[in-house]
């Protein structure tokens, strides 16, 4: 069975840019959250979608949306790049209808993204 | 206080070593409490789940939560440097719906020398 994919794996933008990242759920998921990774604040939610749903939102500016599709698979966008914005951005996955609290939760290896 | 502390290490011990790695939280209302793994350029992979208090057993691997003192521990025994990753904790409590999600550590960084 297939993990959970994110792409693009590895991406540079400049500040003002705006950027889409892809998440791919493991088959039968239907559950997504999607995660921000710093060395400085460390690992800090983001959002959640179950079923096209935005369940729960963290605490990050406007600047930062997502969606769901019918087949489970997500996207995060983020507009107006800013430096602060480099990261490593993770999705993980589960059956339940949330991410949070499954004792079956796979994160993806993450998209790399750098700000200059 | 933040919600939750971790020392970061980087924590270095030699191989077949016991390893304790703790953190503290300050939000009485947690009531799951995670420990993921992390490889180096990988997404973390999640080791230990506890509902609640008490301890949780897996292999070579150890969860204990003890809520009175908010203090939550991860043991390995029989270290190996296949275990040299970083250990984050994580904890949050379900407030009913869809409310209440996951608080990081910021993780320990472990390297276990053959």
């Known amino acids: 069975k297939a993990g959970v994919t994110q792409t693009p794996r590895y991406l540079i933008k400049t500040r003002g840019q705006q950027v889409t990242l892809s998440c791919s759920p493991i088959?039968?998921?239907?559950?997504v959250s999607w995660y921000q990774q710093t060395p400085g604040q460390g690992l800090q939610f983001l959002f959640e979608?179950?079923?096209?749903?935005?369940?729960n939102k963290g605490n990050f500016p406007g600047r930062f949306s997502g969606r769901q599709f019918s087949n489970s698979r997500s996207e995060m966008n983020v507009s107006t790049l800013e430096l602060g914005d480099s990261a490593l951005y993770l999705c993980a996955s589960s059956l339940g209808d949330r991410v949070a609290w499954s004792e079956t939760q796979y994160f993806g290896p993450g998209t790399r993204l750098l700000v200059l | 206080q933040k919600e939750v502390e971790q020392d970061p290490g980087p924590l270095s011990v030699p191989e077949g070593a016991i390893v304790s790695l703790n953190c503290t939280y300050s939000n009485s209302a947690f009531q799951y409490f995670m420990w993921y793994r992390q490889y180096s350029r990988k997404g973390p992979e999640l080791l230990m789940y506890t509902y609640s208090s008490g301890n949780k057993e897996d292999g070579r691997f150890t969860a204990q939560v003890d809520k009175s003192s908010k203090y939550i521990s991860l043991f390995i025994r029989d270290s190996q440097p296949s275990d040299s990753a970083t250990y984050l904790c994580?904890?949050?409590?379900?407030?009913?719906?869809?409310?209440?999600?996951?608080?990081f550590g910021k993780g320990t960084k472990l390297s276990v020398k053959p």
């Open positions: 994580a904890m949050g409590a379900d407030y009913g719906g869809s409310q209440g999600n996951l608080i």
């Open positions: 088959s039968g998921h239907r559950s």
């Open positions: 979608y179950f079923s096209e749903t935005q369940r």
